[in-house]
């Protein structure tokens, strides 16, 4: 299976669980940890029972998140890492706050409060621990999505898909196909230091039928990948075993497997 070409396309983090994702122009991987500052945050939605003392792995179902809000595709959100401050616009008016700060969740929170009325099970707040990730899975891991894949889930659907559909960390273009589902247990070469070991296909959810920067709820990804291939699968999640800078245009290469 040819792979000697393929490359990273793009790089994103999402800062805030369900929200904007954040483009970045290179960035540097740590052993058995996530993107930097992916999934940082989330909002909870009603009592989740999370403890910022002892944080866990909690299913998306306890935040705001678009497989079930994906009104959240319309808002613009951007994170400032170094002061941890949350912009959010929609509709041409901007709520900010610093999410270190009481003041600044809460007029986060506020705002979420309002925009999400209907949809809530109490009231929304930011949740937070150092070192901790929100991620859809309990393990620390690097969400690839292969380009080709994306365009052939077009040719599924009849329609163009954005790959931001995916949220994934790292997008990667010149494999074929669907070939990143046959690389469970293979160690992929990143760059020239970081190396990754893929665990787990993603599974896709009603997330994906919605239409980023619209929150337009306009496909039925996972039913037409279950229809026509028997599964709902696009996407790998690869753990990091040794680190390294990463950045777009780097080589992406199998070089081992179990």
Known sequence: MPTTQARIASIYRYPVKGLSPERLAATALDVRQTVAADRLYAIENGPSGFDPAAPAYFPKQRFLMLMRNERL???????DEASHRLVVRHDGEAVHGDLRTTDGRRAIEDFFAAFCADELRGPPKILH????????????????????????????????????????????????AWSELERVGEVLAIGPQARLKV???IERCAATNVEPGTGVRDLSIPHSLLRALGHTDCGIYAEVIAPGPIAPGDRVAVEAGD
């Open 199 to 201: 665990v787990k296909r």
């Open 73 to 79: 595709a319309a808002l613009d959100t951007r994170f």
């Open 129 to 176: 621990a150092p070192g901790h990730s929100f991620s859809d899975v309990a393990r620390k891991v690097v969400s690839i999505i292969n380009l080709a894949s994306v365009a052939a889930v077009g040719a599924l659907v009849g329609a163009p898909v954005d790959p931001l559909r995916f949220r994934a960390n790292v997008y990667v273009d010149g494999w074929p």
